[in-house]
């Protein structure tokens, strides 16, 4: 039997700007990371044992890789003696697409076992142990959509319009690390204020490269603005979207889609479910 079952949903980079690289490699940027209610499902049961098993299996991602295994074993790092977990998940969200997939499922593992196992570590104990894990992984913990600068953990929460989002998934899968590390990725962008994205302001400093990579990419965002001319590339790709005020307009958009553009129609939300679960 279940114990707990807990949403890790997705996000789009609404803008994403790279503002600069710091000596450990990592890159400084600015970005609009908005929540939308499109979601996995992970399931929570103790064991006895201080095992940790993750019962559903991922096409090319070995069981300790797993974001999910390894969200886990950090939090019995930092905790001791702990039960041990049994977790499955539903998946749901493309991976390797850029809408945080990998980095959603960590953030739900450790506010799912944090309750789980009656830690009592609060939000930001559990952000600090995650940057280092994944740089997106703040954000879901905190589950609110916000502007983030640093490597994307300097978080401020912030209101967007209330929209709907079509999200086309491209058959190729890109990787972060490759994208992060190509010698033609525009790292010089001058930082931006929040007035100015809101003005219309404001791009993804990884589309043109990603494009130029993978033609897929480039054919979704081409099809895609027939519908919109603010459709847009969400992190490192390969996911793209674009903003309708309704949720007919976007459904609509996606039944016209090519076959080899399989995609979802999504809200754009404020807060996930894990908002209310975090103690701050
Ligand atoms: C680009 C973004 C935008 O939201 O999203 P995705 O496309 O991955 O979803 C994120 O910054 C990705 O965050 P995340 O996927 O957690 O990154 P990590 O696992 O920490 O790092 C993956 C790779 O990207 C590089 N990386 C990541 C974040 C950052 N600010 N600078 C980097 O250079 C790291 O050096 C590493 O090689
Ligand atoms: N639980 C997980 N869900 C998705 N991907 C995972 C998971 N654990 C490890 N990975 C690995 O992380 C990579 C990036 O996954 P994901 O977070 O979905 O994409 P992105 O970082 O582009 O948003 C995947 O291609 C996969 O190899």
Same mark, same amino acid.
């Given at each position: 039997?279940?114990?707990?079952?807990?949403?890790?949903? #997705?996000?789009?980079?609404? =803008?994403?700007?790279?503002?600069?690289?710091?000596? &450990?490699?990592?890159?400084?940027?600015?970005?609009?990371?908005?929540?939308?209610?499109?979601?996995?499902?992970?399931?929570? @049961?103790?064991?006895?044992?201080?095992?940790?098993?993750?019962?559903?299996? =991922?096409?090319?991602?070995?069981?300790?890789?797993?974001?999910?295994?390894? %969200?886990?074993?950090?939090?019995?790092?930092?905790?001791?003696?702990?039960?041990?977990?049994?977790?499955?998940?539903?998946?749901?969200?493309?991976?390797?697409?850029?809408?945080?997939?990998?980095?959603?499922?960590?953030?739900?593992?450790?506010?799912?076992?944090?309750?789980?196992?009656?830690?009592?570590?609060?939000?930001?104990?559990?952000?600090?142990? #995650?940057?280092?894990?994944?740089?997106?992984?703040?954000?879901?913990?905190?589950?609110?959509?916000?502007?983030?600068?640093?490597?994307?953990?300097?978080? !401020?929460?912030?209101? !967007?319009?209330?929209?709907?989002?079509?999200?086309?998934?491209?058959?190729? *899968?890109?990787?972060?690390? @490759?994208?992060?590390? *190509?010698?033609?990725? @525009?790292?010089? @962008?001058?930082?931006?204020?929040?007035?100015?994205?809101?003005?219309?302001?404001?791009?993804?400093?990884?589309?043109?490269?990603?494009?130029?990579?993978?033609?897929?990419?480039?054919? %979704?965002?081409?099809?895609?603005?027939? =519908?919109?001319?603010?459709?847009?590339?969400?992190?490192?790709?390969?996911? /793209? =979207?674009?903003?309708? &005020?309704?949720?007919?307009?976007? *459904?609509?958009?996606?039944?016209?889609?090519?076959?080899?553009?399989?995609?979802? /129609?999504?809200?754009?939300?404020?807060?996930?479910?894990?908002?209310?679960?975090?103690?701050?």
């Amino acid at each position: 039997m279940t114990d707990l079952s807990l949403a890790a949903p #997705a996000k789009l980079n609404l =803008f994403l700007h790279i503002t600069g690289r710091r000596s &450990d490699g990592y890159h400084e940027l600015q970005t609009l990371f908005q929540l939308i209610d499109y979601a996995d499902q992970l399931h929570f @049961t103790a064991r006895r044992d201080g095992e940790i098993v993750l019962h559903t299996a =991922f096409a090319g991602v070995a069981h300790e890789d797993n974001l999910i295994v390894r %969200a886990a074993r950090l939090l019995q790092r930092r905790a001791g003696d702990v039960p041990g977990a049994d977790i499955r998940i539903d998946k749901r969200l493309p991976m390797g697409g850029g809408i945080g997939g990998g980095s959603s499922n960590a953030a739900t593992t450790l506010i799912g076992l944090n309750r789980l196992w009656q830690l009592g570590l609060k939000r930001g104990e559990l952000m600090q142990l #995650a940057t280092p894990l994944g740089a997106d992984i703040p954000v879901f913990i905190g589950g609110q959509t916000a502007w983030a600068e640093g490597i994307g953990e300097r978080l !401020t929460p912030i209101e !967007t319009p209330r929209l709907w989002y079509l999200i086309l998934a491209p058959k190729c *899968h890109v990787s972060t690390a @490759t994208i992060f590390s *190509h010698k033609d990725l @525009t790292r010089d @962008t001058r930082p931006i204020k929040v007035a100015a994205f809101s003005q219309g302001g404001g791009q993804n400093d990884c589309e043109p490269l990603v494009r130029a990579l993978y033609p897929e990419v480039d054919n %979704a965002l081409i099809w895609l603005r027939n =519908f919109s001319p603010h459709a847009r590339m969400s992190g490192t790709g390969a996911c /793209v =979207f674009a903003p309708f &005020d309704s949720e007919s307009e976007a *459904h609509n958009a996606l039944a016209q889609a090519p076959p080899e553009l399989p995609g979802f /129609v999504a809200k754009g939300i404020s807060h996930s479910p894990l908002f209310d679960l975090g103690s701050d």
